[in-house]
């Protein structure tokens, strides 16, 4: 009877473990918006999906180079992270001194975030989908025309070094989602298809020799001035760049 | 409890046994004179009709794998998939050994790409004879959905691209996002069959190393056929 009991427990221990390990993710019911730089049509249409609750944290991304060898500091390759790669950490499995487990994983490339998400059966956020959710406050699902939403993602452009903030320590907007703001940048999975020329004087002109049917991209609402800053660097981003404040999450 | 750690180690030691007798039966053995004609044996032995010792045949596998020594910043280190105009399905490391110059582009595009497109076939004509047959010359779309092999196919036809040395491309979607990551080519579909993207020619080595990129339409190509020629050497 004893011995049946402690397997009981121990199942239920290991089920707990278990649902633990693999993050939350919320739902994310679709809509129809505007985003920043329109198409021929302007809106945009978003189906249901579902999203990461939190940044993927350094612990994560720990768990996972232990199992993917291939993206240990020492044996990424070239064409797949630059040389700052995982730059802060100690050695292959040990993080920086200063740095938490808790807080977001950051200096990863594009290919290695890909790759984490795919091995959780999930996938990065298209920039659509990154927007639509990010677009929220506490309350309302759409806040970009509230001062006081701009403000605050501008005051955190200011504020420095926030990537060594735990997750959960911003808001939790509309969607139950944190962190979307006020704690680094995340990839998106097409943060290529923001065509603006690595000129900055030109992206006022459309360079139509470089970038074919480009004269059909133009940002719609000027006044969202955040929203900008991060179409232009995700417009500089190369996939194997890693950066400080660079991290990511994932979505089904 | 001991009993069951006799017998998992008694499994394991099984189990790593027959994984040492499966890599020794992928040496096969052949008559050196061939009397049985293209008769491989598994075994090492002497051959019924000549009696002379069977010799081990070199695998192609392996030679393969002794060739794959492929830097760090190789796109031979890709691993998806890409299904020819012909219909073959191949890995871009297939295309080791030949320097590549490589295009994104999608057939229904009727702005740039066939400038590009003319772009690719002017670097063709600039390039000398004994250099062009060392040289392939890659057009991945980045319309995976609209652009089958059959299309791609058309496209060759009708553009006079349908020789040896063009190969056009097409992947999965996220294949063809992968790859453009690797070129820097930015892209964006506007609508259905309509596509922004960057027109950037890439140059790479016979080793999948990137050499040159070629920015723009239309620009002189001298740099470019600079480089290509420069990879012979």
């Known amino acids: 009877m004893n011995t049946i009991c402690r397997l009981k427990v121990v199942i239920i221990l290991l089920w707990f473990v278990g649902a633990n390990c693999q993050s939350a993710m919320v739902s994310i019911k679709g809509g129809t918006y505007t985003p920043l730089y329109g198409v021929d049509s302007l809106q945009v249409t978003i189906t249901d999906f579902e999203m990461d609750v939190y940044p993927v944290t350094n612990a994560d991304y720990l768990a996972f180079v232990s199992k993917r060898t291939k993206w240990r500091r020492s044996k990424v390759i070239s064409l797949f992270a630059d040389k700052s790669y995982l730059s802060k950490w100690v050695s292959d499995t040990i993080i920086g001194a200063d740095q938490s487990l808790k807080a977001a994983a950051t200096n990863v490339s594009w290919f290695a975030a890909n790759d984490y998400c795919s091995s959780k059966g999930k996938r990065l956020p298209t920039i659509d989908e990154w927007e639509y959710v990010a677009m929220a406050n506490e309350t309302q699902p759409d806040a970009r025309t509230i001062e006081s939403y701009n403000e605050y993602i501008l005051s955190w452009y200011e504020k420095p070094k926030t990537f060594n903030s735990e997750i959960g320590s911003t808001f939790m907007n509309y969607w139950k989602v944190y962190d979307l703001h006020g704690l680094v940048w995340e990839w998106t999975e097409d943060f290529n298809s923001v065509l603006v020329s690595g000129e900055s004087r030109k992206d006022v002109d459309t360079d139509s020799d470089l970038f074919c049917g480009s004269a059909a991209i133009n940002a719609t609402d000027l006044m969202n001035y955040a929203a900008f800053m991060r179409y232009a660097i995700r417009g500089s981003l190369k996939a194997k760049y890693t950066m400080r404040n660079l991290g990511f999450r994932c979505v089904k | ?233």
């Not at chain 2, 400038?115 to 063709?124: F, G, K, Q, S, Y």
């Open chain 2, 1 to 233: 409890m001991k009993r069951i750690y006799i017998v998992l180690a008694i499994i394991t030691s099984i189990m790593l046994g027959s994984c040492t007798t499966n890599t020794n039966k992928d040496q096969t053995y052949q008559c050196p004179m061939k009397c049985e004609g293209e008769k491989t044996f598994a075994k090492q032995g002497s051959c019924i009709i000549c009696n002379m010792a069977l010799k081990p045949i070199k695998d192609n596998t392996k030679t393969l794998a002794s060739a794959d020594d492929i830097s760090d910043s190789s796109i031979f280190n890709l691993t998806t998939k890409w299904n020819t105009e012909e219909g073959n399905t191949i890995e871009l490391k297939e295309l080791k050994g030949k320097t590549l110059v490589m295009v994104m582009i999608y057939t229904t595009c009727k702005a740039a790409c066939p400038r590009l497109v003319a772009d690719m076939r002017n670097i063709e004509k600039k390039l000398p004879k004994e250099n062009l047959k060392n040289t392939q010359f890659v057009l991945i779309s980045i319309d995976p959905e609209t652009d089958t092999p059959e299309k791609l196919k058309a496209f060759a036809i009708e553009n006079y691209m349908d020789g040896e040395q063009w190969t056009f491309l097409q992947g999965s979607v996220s294949g063809v996002r992968e790859f453009a990551n690797v070129l820097a080519v930015k892209y964006k579909e506007i609508s259905p069959l309509d596509f922004s993207h960057s027109n950037i020619i890439s140059v790479f080595s016979k080793e999948g190393e990137l050499v040159h990129q070629q920015e723009g339409l239309g620009v002189n190509n001298n740099e470019t056929i600079k480089k290509i020629i420069e990879t012979f050497k």
